[in-house]
């Protein structure tokens, strides 16, 4: 998984409590992601980082925040968890190489259920 | 807004049944055309970057190729442990994100 961890692999919660997922690398990559990904509706950004205290919002990003303090870590925070964030999470990372490449590698994943 | 559309859904194919699934795309100032290879319970692994039309790419048993609408990922003489699912996306000029397609399940069965 090209260096990049993610914790909790699994978590179950309840609705209303908050919720934070991590995710570290070890490629001092630039661009870090979130992505949810449900039956349907394939891969949808929440947010991303372009640098350390540089994010963005994604297609989804409501009732999600993020930060990232250091290049190795980006973290995703529901502040008070729904239903409907029922999903996997996947963090990505990505950087310039000579070609300009721009792949983006994936974590193993996060299963978060919110009952 | 940009478009990533993948298809079929679903391909259920018998060991060494050649096919192709198909990546449509409208994907503002085209930087770069995406296959990844998702197995259950894991997240996407990179296969192919594609920049321009015409470009093809092989990887073993997949060859990936690029025209200025679509792409197409061949499978020639699949085993069953090509089964996954399998995910295009489009990068436009601009920014590093990506556009994901719903992504297309293929099964082979021995």
């Known amino acids: 998984d090209a260096g990049i961890t993610q914790s909790p692999r699994h978590k179950v919660t309840e609705t209303g409590t908050p919720v934070t997922l991590r995710c570290h690398q070890t490629?001092?990559?630039?661009?870090m992601y979130w992505y949810r990904q449900d039956p349907g509706h394939g891969l949808r950004l929440i947010h991303y980082?372009?640098?350390?205290?540089?994010?963005d919002k994604g297609e989804v990003s409501d009732g999600y925040s993020v930060s990232r303090s250091k290049t190795e870590d980006f973290l995703l925070t529901l502040e008070s968890a729904t239903s409907s964030q029922t999903s996997v999470y996947f963090c990505?990372?990505?950087?310039?190489?000579?070609?300009?490449?721009?792949?983006?590698?994936f974590g193993p994943g996060t299963r978060l259920t919110v009952t | 807004e940009d478009q990533v559309t993948q298809s079929p859904e679903a391909l259920r194919l018998q060991e060494g049944e050649s096919s192709s699934l198909n990546c449509s795309y409208t994907?503002?100032?085209?930087?770069?055309l995406f296959w990844y290879r998702q197995d259950p319970g894991k997240g996407p692994e990179f296969l192919f970057t594609?920049?321009?039309a015409g470009e093809e790419k092989e990887k073993e048993r997949l060859k990936a190729t690029l025209t200025k609408k679509e792409s197409f990922l061949h499978i020639t003489a699949p085993k069953p442990e090509d089964s996954a699912t399998y995910l295009c996306?489009?990068?436009?000029?601009?920014?590093?994100?990506?556009?994901f397609g719903a992504g297309t399940t293929v099964t082979v069965r021995a």
């Open positions: 994907v503002s100032g085209l930087r770069g």
């Open positions: 996306a489009g990068g436009g000029s601009g920014d590093y994100k990506l556009s």
């Open positions: 980082s372009y640098g350390v205290k540089d994010t």
């Open positions: 990505a990372i990505s950087d310039f190489t000579r070609d300009l490449h721009y792949e983006q590698y």
């Open positions: 490629e001092n990559h630039r661009y």
């Open positions: 594609l920049y321009s």
